[in-house]
């Protein structure tokens, strides 16, 4: 069965990627199977694909949130039953200037 599409049926998944932007580490988040974790992550990723269509209709095309979510900028992890919510960042990585 397909994820809903109404941003109203993802107020848990919403709860906790605005918690995830405000903890500069990020979060995780452990469940008791990793089919729940999956499904989370699922619903998630559904959830930021209702925003973005939404903010295309909220933001003129131009705008840097036009077809964008506020929450495209955590990666979604998962590892058996943990799923990681982190901030994208350039942290951890050497980079050399050719």
Same mark, same amino acid.
């Given at each position: 069965?397909?994820?809903?599409?109404?941003?109203?049926? @993802?107020?848990?998944?919403?709860? #906790? #990627?605005? +918690? &995830?932007? *405000?903890?500069?580490?990020?979060?995780?988040?452990?469940?008791?199977?990793?089919?729940? &974790?999956?499904?989370?992550?699922?619903? &998630?990723?559904?959830?930021?694909?209702?925003?973005?269509? %939404? $903010? %295309?209709? *909220? @933001?003129? !095309?131009?705008?840097?949130?036009?077809?964008?979510? &506020? @929450?495209?900028?955590? #990666? =979604?992890?998962? !590892?058996?039953?943990?799923?990681?919510? *982190?901030? +994208?960042?350039?942290?951890? =990585? $050497?980079?050399? !200037?050719?």
């Amino acid at each position: 069965m397909p994820n809903s599409t109404s941003p109203l049926s @993802y107020n848990d998944i919403k709860e #906790l #990627l605005e +918690r &995830a932007l *405000l903890a500069p580490k990020g979060l995780r988040i452990n469940f008791d199977s990793a089919n729940a &974790a999956i499904r989370w992550v699922s619903r &998630a990723n559904s959830f930021r694909a209702v925003d973005r269509k %939404a $903010n %295309a209709k *909220l @933001y003129p !095309e131009g705008h840097s949130m036009h077809m964008a979510s &506020a @929450y495209d900028v955590l #990666l =979604i992890g998962r !590892e058996d039953k943990t799923v990681d919510l *982190l901030p +994208r960042s350039n942290e951890g =990585i $050497n980079v050399v !200037e050719l």
